[in-house]
């Protein structure tokens, strides 16, 4: 039996498409955990990289903090904070994706800011401009491209991770991926991983469409 | 009026920018600050808007200290053009313009239809208002930051070396836009360059600033060019500024002779009477409409005006326009000339009369010796260069050429 075979029985298995543990629910899980992951990286991530590229300030700091948070195992942390707050449910889930995400969004924001062009934003400052409407109506605009670029990354990343919450008994398409290892019924495992797969193309198919939508033409030039 | 006083400008790492600078900029007129690279003609003028703050002495506006006031109030009376533009590349043409009006609570409409207004003041054609920075010329683009500037009518406006970015065509081009804007609006314009030139062709007054920010000389530019105050003046003005210094004077005192001019529909009689009559060894032939056609030698004139073909003609080179241009645009016309004579022509290119090296070289004794006894120039000789910089074909072809680049 080959990989094409496995991806077939279990997409037409009708079983896999009801209840609980039926495709639409595991996928509504995974992306709501991949969704509140990335809405709390983004929450931490932004306004931190954001105001530290404005100012110019805390670059190696944000650099080291993200090499360290890159460095985490994602499973192992998952592990460590199940044990260490005692309780299964999203919270010990959310922290190591956080983890994993805040590190890109944090330093390509930084980035972003930092390699926008100095003369628009003397000018702006010369024209007497506040310090944050500087930030928000020169410097994020002209940094759009740069800043989305950072949360796709994490978004990609947060949805390849969020299988490991299944580790801890929670839902979303890691079941099948870990139910499927556990079982030997391998056509899971693949179908469970194809899932993943798919989500990730569907995640960078949604930034193209964000980006093309917020940031200005002016900006995305012959991009 | 921008009162500079005693003002020293130290970075934190020690530099002295600028050190014990004085300077009375007057209120209406454009005020150059020019000098070598790195002796601190941004700084100063970025202590005007406090982009940079001074740590000694203090600058007066109107009289108040600009200390007094909320910086970012300050800036908004103030426009501020730099070399490139800095352009706001997500906005369009027309909301890069309206920025500072929308600042200030006007709507938006009324901040765009102010900027419209401006894209006409400074040149630019309307169908670029919805335009993207990244799709102008860097002329264009420049014109937009200056529009930008201009947009809430701040009485003051500064300028660091807003030109030298663009090619010498576009700013010969964008510098008598600015001449011709200024005649309109009568701004106190701050501008800073470290060309010399484009320093005598703007300023009023012009303030020449020597390495380590102190001043070296502050005078009109006829008053630089004629006595320079050292040696680091006289060097940094270069050297032919004898002749540069004649665009201050006018050709209108010029004498002109209408002797050897003849229509091309002259007749041989009439042809042979002018070559006798003017004694010049070549006759100007002009068109019916009074336009110079070229010159001639008497031989081949003799054959009548409506026997010549165009193409034997010598050129006339490139005609002044009399009492508009400078005794430096005559003699350069005459030195240019095959024939060492000058044309000299009316607002509609029509010719008025020819004059000879030898009349212009009086003509410029004349007024040295008047200009000894009279003191400074007056205003009027700027705003005539101006205008004339504005009807020279040449400008005004290269400014179609670039209001169509894209
Ligand atoms: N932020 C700064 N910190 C330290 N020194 C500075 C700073 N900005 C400028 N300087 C120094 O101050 C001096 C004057 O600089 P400034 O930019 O005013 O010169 P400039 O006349 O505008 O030169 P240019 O024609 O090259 O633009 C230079 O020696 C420069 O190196
Ligand atoms: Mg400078």
């Known amino acids: 039996m080959n990989v094409l075979n496995f991806i077939n029985d279990f997409f037409s298995d009708s079983a896999n498409w009801h209840g609980t543990t039926g495709i639409p629910h595991r996928l509504l899980e995974h992306v709501e955990y991949s969704l509140l992951a990335l809405l709390i990286s983004a929450v931490i991530g932004l306004p931190i990289g954001l105001f530290a590229g404005h100012a110019g300030r805390g670059g190696y700091a944000l650099a080291a903090f993200s090499t360290a948070a890159r460095a985490l ?5 998952l592990v460590l904070m199940t044990v260490w707050l005692g309780e299964i449910g999203t919270t010990p889930a959310m922290i190591p994706l956080v983890a994993l995400a805040v590190a890109p969004i944090l330093v390509t924001s930084y980035e972003a800011i930092r390699s926008v062009d100095p003369a628009p934003v003397d000018a702006a400052r010369g024209m007497g401009m506040s310090s944050a409407a500087v930030l928000f109506q020169v410097e994020i605009p002209a940094a759009l491209p740069l800043i989305l670029s950072g949360l796709r990354s994490a978004a990609i990343q947060v949805v390849s991770t969020a299988t490991i919450a299944a580790y801890i008994g929670l839902g979303g398409l890691g079941r099948y991926i870990i139910d499927g290892l556990a079982q030997h019924t391998y056509g899971k495992v693949v179908g469970g991983a194809t899932l993943v797969a798919g989500l990730a193309i569907v995640t960078i198919g949604v930034f193209y469409l964000v980006e093309r939508l917020a940031v200005s033409p002016g900006v995305r030039r012959g991009r | 009026m921008i009162q500079i006083d005693s003002v020293t400008k130290r970075y934190p790492d020690g530099t002295v920018a600028v050190d014990e600078l004085s300077l009375e900029i007057p209120d209406g007129s454009i005020t150059v600050l020019v000098g070598p690279s790195g002796c601190g003609k941004t700084t100063t003028l ?291 000339s095959p024939t060492g004579w000058a044309v000299a022509v009316d607002d509609g290119g029509r010719v008025v009369g020819v004059t000879s090296q030898t009349t212009i070289a009086e003509a410029i004794r004349g007024a040295h010796a008047e200009r000894g006894a009279a003191g400074s120039p007056s205003a009027s000789a700027k705003a005539a260069a101006a205008e004339a910089a504005a009807v020279d074909p040449a400008i005004a072809e290269s400014k179609a050429a670039e209001s169509k680049a894209v």
């Open chain 2, 46 to 336: 970025r202590m005007i808007n406090r982009m940079v703050e001074l740590t000694g002495g203090r600058i007066l506006l109107d009289g108040a200290d600009i200390h007094a006031q909320p910086v970012n109030a300050l800036r908004r009376s103030m426009g501020y053009v730099i070399q490139n533009a800095g352009l706001f590349q997500h906005r369009t043409i027309v909301d890069n313009i309206a920025t500072v009006p929308r600042m200030l609570g006007w709507d938006r409409d009324r901040a765009r239809k102010r900027a419209r207004d401006l894209m006409d003041r400074v040149g630019l054609d309307a169908s670029l208002a919805k335009r993207y920075p990244y799709q102008l010329s860097g002329g264009q683009q420049q014109r937009v930051g200056v529009a930008r500037a201009l947009a809430a009518d701040p009485p003051v406006l500064l300028m660091d070396e807003p030109f030298s970015a663009v090619d010498p065509i576009v700013r010969k081009v964008l510098q008598a836009e600015l001449l011709r804007i200024q005649a309109e609006l009568g701004k106190t314009i701050v501008f800073v360059t470290h060309d010399i030139d484009e320093a005598i062709k703007l300023g009023d007054m012009v303030a020449v600033l020597r390495t380590g920010g102190k001043l070296a000389q502050y005078a009109p530019p006829d008053e630089l060019l004629s006595a320079p105050a050292d040696a680091f003046v006289e060097d940094f003005l270069g050297t032919d500024r004898g002749i540069r210094r004649l665009s201050f004077f006018t050709s209108a005192g010029l004498e002109l002779t209408t002797a050897p001019i003849i229509a091309v529909d002259s007749s041989a009689a009439q042809v042979a009477e002018r070559t006798k009559a003017s004694g010049a060894p070549y006759l100007l032939l002009t068109d019916t409409d009074g336009k110079p056609l070229g010159w001639t030698g008497p031989a081949a004139a003799a054959k009548g005006g409506a026997a010549l073909s165009v193409a034997e003609l010598l050129p006339h080179g490139r005609p002044f326009v009399f009492g508009k241009e400078s005794l430096r645009d005559a003699l350069d016309c005459a030195v240019l």
């Open chain 1, 73 to 77: 195992p994602s499973f192992g942390l």
